[in-house]
């Protein structure tokens, strides 16, 4: 079992930046590649980022340039820089971990990610 708990969400005005950060626990860390998924009221989670195994990044085409996703393997978290933000990245935030068949590949579907955390609301005013 891994208990993922995330951290640092809020209301923010758009424009301005924000940091989430995704506390593990559990079984080993390194083991898994890491993800943040995003759910807006009526729509269905979506793919926001996730870091590999081995520490590369991936990003949806729609944050692409305004966020960064980093782990810290030794400290067990892995983080997400949002900035620049706009009323349409308001959202519950979750962060994810899940297994992969290689050290430098990450899913996107949210089905293949085992473990989950509570979330944490993101809203950006315009």
């Known amino acids: 079992q891994v208990q993922l708990v995330e951290s640092g969400g809020g209301l923010v005005q758009a424009g301005t930046s924000l940091r989430l950060s995704c506390a593990a626990s559990g079984r080993t860390f390194s083991n898994y590649a890491m993800g943040w998924f995003r759910q807006a009221p009526g729509k269905e989670r979506e793919f926001v980022a996730a870091?590999?195994?081995?520490?590369?990044?991936y990003y949806a085409d729609s944050v692409k340039g305004r966020f960064t996703i980093s782990r810290d393997n030794a400290k067990n978290t892995h983080d997400l820089q949002m900035s620049s933000l706009n009323p349409e990245d308001t959202a519950v935030y979750y962060c994810a971990a899940g297994p992969t068949n290689y050290s430098y590949t990450v899913n996107r579907t949210p089905a293949k990610y085992s473990y989950w955390g509570q979330g944490t609301q993101v809203t950006v005013s315009s």
């Open positions: 870091i590999s195994r081995s520490g590369a990044p």
